[in-house]
């Protein structure tokens, strides 16, 4: 089944396809998802323009939201996401937002039981942003590429399912990176110190 999409504001014909149990917006395009997950039916409004998530979408796949697994909202302009779109996509396990202007990220991203990995990269973030600590499933945050210069090292012990968290090309401070890398049990990616970005 084919039906037009409210997402373009390219000039493009964006549609939205629904093939099988895959639903990917765009010409027929997989949505991007590295590593052992990329079986994972998906959604793709990857360069799209966007500067917020259409509200058409949310109704367009009302009867299909819990069967979508990974979107990707990778090189937009978007510059807040709506608690609406965590508790329609509630299935979600990989969510790409980088490359967008996001600083800070809904409350209900918490409520997101079966998020596995987030891309956050090139953003405005200058905190970490805490509503990922309560993903009970989360185990790869990048966060590559923003403005964050303080690690809450409690709030990150604390995620229990936590593997990776990318902070390179952050200002990170070099007496804070002294402090977190004893305390936290999971990879901590860190730029080196002369390759730090001023905050």
Known sequence: MRVPSPCSRTGECKEVFFWRTSVVFGSLRPAPAPGRHSALPGADLADCKLVA????????????????????????????????????????????????????????????????????????????PEPLAAAPALES????????????????????????LNLRANPVCPDMRLLVRPLVPFELLLSPEGDVPEA
């Open 53 to 128: 998530f259409p509200a058409g979408i949310y109704k367009a796949m009302r009867s299909v939201a819990e069967g979508i697994h990974r979107i990707s909202l990778a090189n937009n302009e978007l510059r807040a996401l709506a608690g609406r779109f965590a508790t329609t996509f509630s299935q979600l396990r990989e969510l790409n937002l980088e490359g967008n202007l996001l600083h800070r990220l809904p409350e209900e991203l918490g409520s997101l039981l079966h998020l596995r990995a987030i891309n956050l990269a090139r953003n405005k973030f200058r905190r970490f």
């Open 141 to 164: 945050i990048d966060l590559e590429g923003n403005e964050i210069a303080e690690v809450p090292v409690e709030v990150l012990a604390s995620m229990a399912s936590l593997r990776s």
